[in-house]
């Protein structure tokens, strides 16, 4: 392979690498969205080892520390919205001080499906490596407002929103061979039908061999796909 050739082919790779295989766009609002305004977009791309990777690129907007200023003890709504599922929307709620005291840096943990390359959750949380006060403060804010909570925090008015993803993967896991056992039950029934002897084993001990994986598929989906709750939700 000829030097040039060499230097196409590493060049196609890095393209490959750096172009987004699906997006996620964020909008945020402080009044329940009366108001809305683009908050950036998440970049999806897949790894070398196959899992999908997380991108935040936030809208260059001016004021978006003022406008969390101003919400005093509002509501910070994210409703996200992925270029994989038309007309759907991914909600998720926070408390605008916690950013402030982030220094509008934020956390964006998406629960996706790689396969199907689709968005089941997001959730949106203030990055506390970038907490602005001590530790005990975290916790000591319960009852006071948002300017109390804030107090003499140096608050970049003009800032942009910053932050982090972290991606959250679904595998699909292998169903039940139910169709096995169920051929086996009707072989029984005809080989008792045809005067064969009886297998006088209880049914566990005939069937364990069907019965042990759909009780640990049960047990990992359950696992894997908890009931919904918490901040984020999905909302069609």
Known sequence: MSKKSIIVYFLSIIAVAVTAEWTIALEYSLNDFTNGYPLGVIEMRRSFDGNFTGTFKPTQESGFG???????????????????QPGQQFLSTNDPCLFLHSNLFHVFSA?????????????????????QKDEESKYNSFGKTCKERVGELSIDNSGTPKGSVQIVGQSTLPSPDTASFVHRIEK?????????????RSFL???????????????????????????????Q
């Open 66 to 84: 003022k406008k969390l200023i101003d919400a005093q003890d509002g509501t910070y709504s994210v409703i996200a919205k992925s270029s994989t």
């Open 111 to 131: 629960s996706i499906n790689q396969e199907k390359q689709q968005l089941n959750m997001l959730t949106v949380f203030p990055d506390t490596v970038a907490w």
């Open 188 to 200: 029984e029934k005809r080989a008792k039908q045809h005067g064969a002897d009886a297998d006088n």
């Open 205 to 235: 001990a005939k069937y364990w061999i069907y019965i042990v994986p759909v009780v640990i598929f049960a047990m990992i989906s359950s696992a894997v796909n908890p009931e919904a709750g918490g901040e984020g939700q999905a909302a």
